[in-house]
């Protein structure tokens, strides 16, 4: 509701301009037809309805369409952006800044108790329009129909026009034959103009800007110039010496009342004086005059339709200098622009529909000037940074604002093959895959998504039904495929639209960076006493982004570090690429790698020195602390509720040791003494289990969770089961236990 009070009162404010152009150029309009200036009205009707237009430099707008920011009200510091600056500053000096600690911003409160009294406006407005319309054709009820749709009536004393789809023409008796003809011509011609449309159409604009007064001054104006135009016309049917006669008849049926039976929805003889004095002095107009006056209607028409080219006032006091600098990016053609603000380095982020503040500074690079600005409401975090009209990037200071799943580079690839073959496969978690497809290629690959069927990934084409023609595609076609040799190899095998891919072409994952372009170094043996000592358990996947990894989890993010001029490697672990799971500190050599420590919370010198585990941080009750040989797990699982459809189940630990398991499971039939897998209803099914690992924490028991295999089993029929689940008792990469769960249930006549 707030927005749209906002938005009107934009238009309302750009209407009001328009309206206050139109009453001063009804002056030099005044010799020409009136018809011209009522024209002109339409294009105030339309700067009050439409809150969209196009922008251009011909405008005749003086400042931005919509100068009140619809997030004005959450915004730290609200600011109109008029583009004059000595408005915005006048303005937004006087607009209450929220208060640190307050729940709700000041502005937000006036925001809304704005648009509920704009709203109860309305309301009245248009119960009165309604209620008055139909107390008037009440009050006809008993006119006289004469013929076709024209009605007399005793007690009215001048004629008017109601009604919108029929409309009909009302008289007063008594009038001579003369005069009633004249009248009859003048509203047929109203009726013929659909000028009762017009008034219907009018009012409603009203009632959206009922508290604009210029919206009321041009409602009123364009029913005197649609009158006064309407008397043009018969005149000019009639001839020009009827002009005395004409006017006599609109002279005996003068009028105090604008408003017909007080009706806003009906029209008639108001405005005498001036009609008169206008029917008096009427004469045709020379050419030049309606050249003239054609040639004006059409400069404010066009000028007024469009809307200013956006402009950011340059209203900041200090104007400061930024670098922009361009990176590689081995996943792209293209380097990476960034934007550096002192020590503060800005990175593009996708964003549509940013909405510049204030400028703030300039930058510039090889081949142009950029202007740089605020992203409305973010203060300093995201800026804009702008070259023309057309290209612009967001930038951010919080990188990076999303990792890819696995990110996959054409191995060894040249200069001449990163120009010219698919360079990059990048899978990510929400299931869309994204495909580097060379510069020299014209084809326009559609939006993508994955699936990982066995040891293949396939790429499916997302098409929406207007770009099936385009692609010639149906939505879930398979365009290429790969294998897939390992977590960090794919092998490309063929696809349906034009790659540029070689049949064998490997895509493998590269040393893994947290933030693109950002130069890594091997690890040493004092960089890893370093991360003890200053993080500790605090330490996270941040603090490792300078050191050079490979990622090689799978689920569950796992980097490998090599130890450079030592025998060890570091393996840290994470489950949402920031708080660290275990970074394990562990020997590189054969029958040394059973000796480890985590090195949040064990010393790393005394453990390089003779292989002691001596214990600096105490550890929390999560974490692993498993007995040297692991004789029984301790865990048993526990099934709950059981239907055909699925079941619940739960772990018990009451081991000291943490263990994981996965959504994978397995349900087998009895069948002649045997137990055999439930032959699944659909094929392929277990790639859509991911392998995200859970814990089983020790000594505890986990939340129940709940199976629901109608989706891929379907319903099962009455008899024996069997339910394995598999947990893993994990102490290094490639160094873990596998221990399988089960248990027996019996569907019968009763199971749901």
């Known amino acids: 509701m707030d927005k749209i009070f906002l938005t009107i009162l934009n238009m309302s404010l750009t209407g ?17 037809p009136k018809i011209i200036s009522y024209c002109l009205w339409a294009v105030a009707g339309f700067r009050l309805v439409f809150p969209f237009s196009i922008e251009s430099i011909l405008s005749l707008i003086p400042f931005n369409a919509q100068p009140i920011p619809t997030d004005i009200a959450f915004q730290p510091v609200p ?48 119960a009165y329009g309604v209620i008055s319309y139909f107390v008037l054709k009440h009050k006809m009820r008993n006119a006289a129909c004469v013929e076709a749709n024209i009605y007399e009536a005793n007690n009215i004393k001048s004629p008017f026009v109601l009604g919108f789809f029929s409309p009909k023409i009302y008289l007063p008796f008594g009038l001579s034959e003369k005069e009633r003809g004249y009248i009859l011509l003048h509203e ?60 006599l008849s609109l002279l005996s049926l003068a009028t105090e009342r604008r408003l017909i039976g007080n009706s806003p929805l009906a029209f008639g003889e108001g405005s005498v004086k001036g009609r008169i004095k206008n029917v008096l ?5 020379s050419r030049i005059i309606i050249a003239a006056a054609m040639a004006l209607v059409l400069v404010l028409s066009v000028g ?66 950029w202007q740089i600005y605020e992203l409305r409401g973010q203060g300093h975090d995201f800026l804009i940074a702008v070259e023309n009209d057309d290209v612009w990037r967001v930038m951010s200071s919080s990188y990076p604002a999303e990792i890819p799943w696995r990110q996959f580079i054409l191995e060894n690839a040249t200069e001449r093959q990163r120009m010219e073959r698919l360079l990059s496969v990048t899978l990510h978690h929400d299931g869309t895959a994204t495909l580097a497809t060379p510069p020299i290629s014209s084809y326009m690959l559609p939006e993508c998504i994955y699936t990982v069927t ?27 495929r790969f294998d897939f040799v390992d ?63 490979t990622d090689f989890g799978s689920g569950i993010f796992v980097m490998q570090y090599f130890i450079e001029n030592a025998d060890y490697i570091l393996i840290v672990g994470s489950g949402d690429m920031n708080i660290v799971q ?16 985590d090195i949040r919370y064990y010393d790393v010198d005394s453990f390089i020195r003779d292989s002691s585990r001596v214990l600096v941080h105490p550890l929390p009750e999560e974490t692993i602390n498993s007995p040297a040989n692991l004789s029984e797990h301790g865990v048993t699982m526990q099934i709950g509720r059981i239907t055909t459809g699925g079941l619940s189940f739960y772990f018990e630990n009451t081991s000291d040791a943490d263990y994981l398991y996965s959504a994978h499971y397995a349900l087998f039939v009895q069948r002649s003494g045997t137990w055999e897998l439930v032959e699944p209803i659909i094929e392929n099914w277990n790639w859509m289990f991911t392998d995200e690992a859970y814990f089983i924490p020790s000594n505890s028991t986990t939340d129940l969770t709940v199976i629901d295999w109608l989706w891929n089993l379907g319903e099962l029929p009455n008899g024996d089961y069997k339910f394995e689940k598999e947990i893993m008792y994990w102490r290094s990469p490639g160094d873990f236990d596998r221990y399988v769960l089960e248990q027996e249930f019996t569907l019968g006549t009763n199971s749901r």
Request: hydrophobic share 45%; proline share 5%; net charge negative.
């Open 582 to 597: 275990y970074a394990i500190l562990t020997h590189a050599t054969d029958g040394g790698e059973n000796d480890s420590i």
């Open 281 to 285: 002095n009427f004469k045709k107009p």
């Open 304 to 369: 007024f339709a469009l809307n200013r080219t956006p402009t950011i006032s340059l209203d900041n006091d200090e104007i400061f200098e930024m670098e922009i600098v361009y990176v590689d990016n081995p996943a792209s053609f293209f380097n990476d622009m960034q934007l550096i603000w002192g020590d503060t380095v800005y990175r593009t982020t996708p964003m549509p529909n940013a909405q510049r503040g204030k400028r703030i500074g300039i930058a510039h690079d090889e081949h142009s000037t």
């Open 188 to 247: 047929q011609t109203h009726i013929r103009r659909r000028d009762h449309i017009v008034k219907f159409m009018a009012y409603f604009v009203l009632c959206l800007h009922w508290f604009n007064p210029l919206a009321w001054v041009a409602f009123l104006l364009m029913g005197v110039d649609m009158e006064m135009s309407c008397d043009e016309r018969v005149l000019k049917e009639m001839g020009g010496e009827t002009k005395k006669d004409y006017s």
């Open 79 to 126: 600011r109109i952006d008029s583009g004059i600056p000595f408005m915005n500053n006048a303005v937004s000096g006087v607009l209450p800044a929220p208060v640190l600690g307050d729940s709700v911003n000041p502005l937000q409160i006036w925001t809304a108790i704005g648009a509920y009294v704009w709203l109860a406006g309305i309301t009245v407005m248009v």
């Open 16 to 32: 009001a301009f328009v309206i206050a152009a139109i009453c001063l150029a009804r002056l030099p309009l005044k010799k020409a």
């Open 487 to 549: 977590g960090n190899t794919l092998v490309f095998k063929e696809s349906s639209v034009p790659l540029f891919a070689d049949v064998g072409a490997r895509y493998v994952v590269e040393s893994f960076i947290f933030e693109n372009n950002v130069e890594t170094v091997p690890m040493t043996l004092d960089d890893v006493r370093t991360l003890s000592k200053q993080f500790g358990p605090d330490l996270t996947m941040a603090d490792l982004r300078g050191f050079t990894g």
């Open 454 to 480: 066995g040891n293949e990934v396939l790429i499916h084409a997302v098409i929406y039904p207007k770009t099936e023609e385009m692609y010639s595609l149906k939505d879930g076609d398979i365009i290429a």
